[in-house]
């Protein structure tokens, strides 16, 4: 049988940041104000980039759902009002003029970052919980069968003939 060649190992272009920004800057050019309002309104989720260590970057993920969803009824007020040109660039600093909209953008961003910092501590929980109590049944069931079968099946102390050789 002839042996299948190894494929060389593809190396994967890592995802610039230049890149996003060459390709957002003309659009955030024309669409000033709201872009204004994403780039002052999403600062917890740029954080949350820079400071998660994980490749999977699940931080910037769980935070910026949040965090987004807390900027689109601003963005969409702007919409409904008008900004038809770059100098109504005014208009998407006059938002944040109002603490309310400091406290819902950023407000939403906590509820990310708590999110981030509650969910896995519960999952694990449970997943070893649920491990215990897993434990616990083959334990039972395991005492159930020495005193149908004797102490030869619970494996205890004896060897399997696979270990030591003999068959």
Same mark, same amino acid.
């Not at 890592?14 to 309002?37: C, E, N, W």
């Not at 910026?64 to 038809?84: A, E, F, I, Q, R």
């Given at each position: 049988m002839a042996r299948k060649p190894i494929a060389p190992k593809v190396r994967r272009?890592?995802?610039?940041?230049?890149?996003? !920004?060459?390709?957002?800057? +003309?659009?955030?050019?024309?669409? @000033? #104000?709201?872009?204004?309002?994403?780039i002052i309104g999403m600062i917890p989720t740029f954080?949350?980039?820079?400071?998660?260590?994980?490749?999977?970057?699940?931080?910037? !993920?769980?935070?910026?759902? +949040?965090?987004?969803?807390?900027? @689109? #009824?601003?963005?969409?007020?702007?919409?409904?009002?008008?900004?038809?040109?770059?100098?109504?660039?005014?208009?998407?600093?006059?938002v944040f003029s109002d603490p309310m909209v400091w406290l819902v953008t950023y407000g939403a961003a906590a509820v990310g970052w708590t999110l981030y910092f509650v969910i896995p501590p519960l999952v694990a929980n449970a997943e070893i919980m649920r491990s215990e109590r897993r434990i616990e049944a083959l334990r039972q069931k395991k005492i159930t069968l020495v005193q149908e079968w004797g102490p030869e099946v619970s494996g205890d102390g004896i060897e399997d003939n696979y270990t030591t050789g003999l068959m």
């Open positions: 272009k890592k995802k610039s940041p230049m890149m996003f !920004i060459m390709l957002i800057a +003309p659009a955030a050019l024309v669409l @000033l #104000p709201i872009a204004i309002v994403f954080v949350a980039y820079v400071v998660d260590r994980d490749p999977e970057k699940s931080a910037p !993920i769980t935070v910026g759902g +949040p965090n987004l969803c807390g900027c @689109l #009824p601003y963005v969409l007020d702007l919409w409904k009002h008008g900004h038809t040109t770059i100098v109504s660039s005014f208009a998407g600093l006059k």
